[in-house]
């Protein structure tokens, strides 16, 4: 089974403008995330997408293999898809940009997903941990999942799912927004609109759940750690410098 890593790295972002160049004790944020993907040694191949020549220059002047978008795109996974059909891998992992702790064994219990699926019932599979912080339950900027008894994803939301009605939180699942698609599955995505759920919650993997995709999840006890805001980055370069 074939495997490639799609890094999808946009310039610009709402929440924290050019985060992706930011400074990251000695290496910008983006070439973290991309040299630890390959150095998980799981993949066939490891290609950054963007529409950003300075990212790709990047990435370019440290070896790495780099593919510029050559439209824009609504989300990461529409630009990855984008290249979806340049390869002839059977299952295609979409790495966050802006996650330079991304972990080889995150990304191998990813894997494995599709390696244990001899009937073919996963055409996307993701990720999550527990949730033991009641304010990490109540935070939107923690998304979470709800799932079958199987495994496979009812829903996300940026609210708390599922909402404890008597006031007593009990846990709930925090998704790790990393992604494996099996190639033909993310070829179909994106030839799809952006959804109503997906415009109300600004979450894609809605999207993939409205059309019947089916999203299958597995827990994990590796947290990757995003840079979504300057605190965010603030964190990383404390938690770098201490490993």
């Known amino acids: 089974m074939k495997v490639v890593a799609f890094i999808p790295a946009r310039l610009q972002s709402e929440r924290f ?70 390869t002839d891998a059977e299952i295609i992992v979409n790495i966050q940009a802006d996650e330079p702790f991304v972990h080889k064994e995150s990304l191998g ?41 199987r495994g496979f994803a009812l829903y996300f939301s940026r609210a708390p799912i599922p909402y404890p009605r008597d006031g007593k939180f009990a846990g709930a699942w925090k998704h790790i927004g990393i992604y494996g698609f099996r190639r033909e599955a993310l070829i179909q995505i994106a030839r799809l609109p952006q959804s109503a759920l997906e415009q109300i919650e600004k979450l894609e993997n809605l999207r993939f759940l ?4 089916r999203i299958k999840m597995k827990e994990t006890r590796a947290m ?3 840079i979504d805001t300057p605190e965010d980055l603030i964190k990383a370069r404390k938690l770098l410098a201490d490993e």
């Open 17 to 86: 403008p050019r985060k992706l160049l930011q400074d990251l004790n000695g290496k910008p944020v983006v070439l973290h995330t991309y040299q630890n993907a390959v150095a998980s040694g799981l993949f066939d191949e490891v290609i950054l997408i963007t529409d950003s020549e300075e990212i790709a220059n990047v990435i370019s002047q440290a070896g790495g293999k780099v593919f510029i978008s050559t439209r824009a795109h609504q989300t990461g996974t529409d630009r990855i898809a984008e290249f979806a059909s340049e």
């Open 210 to 213: 409205e059309a019947g995709f």
């Open 224 to 226: 990757n750690i995003g």
């Open 109 to 149: 219990e990813l894997i494995r997903i599709f390696e244990e699926d001899i009937d073919r019932q996963a055409d996307i599979a993701s990720l999550m941990t527990r949730i033991k912080d009641e304010t990490d339950f109540y935070d939107p900027n923690q998304v979470k999942v709800v799932t079958d008894a």
